[in-house]
């Protein structure tokens, strides 16, 4: 079963343009949200993470936004850049009910484009 | 510090063959797991530790065995490999046993079964 669903499964963004992932989650014991970044041939990297106790995160050009009403978290990259092309996977952890276990989205392909 | 590494890179196995992957890591963390990377599919967890001599269960378990004698090393088995084994393994580690901590991953094996 997937706990985790992820949207789009690949996109394609000019540069300059904001990328938009999106993700929606159905375990409320879930209180932990990251991102990660997997560039081809490389292992994912942390990119930003959130808990619910905020609606917004922002570093540099990367933000997640955090609507746990409606359980769904998505991450906005601005000025998208050449550079961030790469496979983003959004997660979720229930740290509070003591797992151990990060559930991944099946992840999103993003070119962008000069 | 070299984080994460596992070696071999790449592996070409027959089915029925078995062999181990190896995992290391020099942060001194105590949470350590592997996953598999199947297009399509995200990232799913086969086995995790939450510190030498403890052991458990992910997701896709079946086919694959772990122990954990040392805090650095993880190695995970094939049994008898299959060709539904075919996959991107990666191994991770992260400093809390809690979660919601980062967790850092290695560059991957890619594995073939034939």
């Known amino acids: 079963q997937q706990q985790v669903k992820q949207s789009p499964q690949s996109l394609i963004v000019q540069k300059g343009g904001i990328s938009i992932i999106n993700c929606a989650y159905e375990n409320t014991a879930f209180d932990y949200f990251p991102w990660y970044q997997q560039f081809p041939g490389k292992g994912p990297a942390l990119l930003i993470a959130i808990r619910p106790d905020v609606s917004e995160k922002k570093e540099g050009r990367f933000t997640i936004s955090f609507n746990k009403s409606a359980k769904q978290f998505s991450l906005h990259i601005m000025d998208s850049q050449p550079g961030d092309s790469a496979t983003y996977f959004c997660?979720?952890?229930?740290?509070?009910?003591?797992?151990?276990?990060?559930?991944f989205g099946k992840g999103t392909k993003l070119s962008v484009i000069p | 510090n070299a984080g994460v590494t596992q070696t071999p890179k790449f592996q070409v196995l027959k089915t029925g063959q078995s062999m181990t992957l190896q995992c290391a890591q020099d942060?001194?963390?105590?949470?350590m797991s592997w996953y598999r990377q199947d297009p399509g599919m995200g990232l799913r967890l086969i086995h995790y530790s939450v510190g030498a001599g403890i052991t458990d269960q992910g997701e896709v378990p079946n086919g694959y065995n772990v122990s954990r004698s040392t805090t650095e090393d993880f190695p995970l088995r094939l049994l008898s490999a299959a060709p539904s084994q075919t996959s991107v393994y990666f191994c991770?580690?992260?400093?809390?046993?809690?979660?919601?901590?980062?967790?850092?991953f290695g560059p991957g094996t890619r594995l073939t079964v034939t």
């Open positions: 991770a580690s992260s400093y809390s046993t809690a979660g919601g901590g980062e967790q850092y």
């Open positions: 942060m001194n963390h105590e949470y």
């Open positions: 997660a979720a952890l229930a740290s509070g009910a003591g797992s151990y276990q990060l559930t």
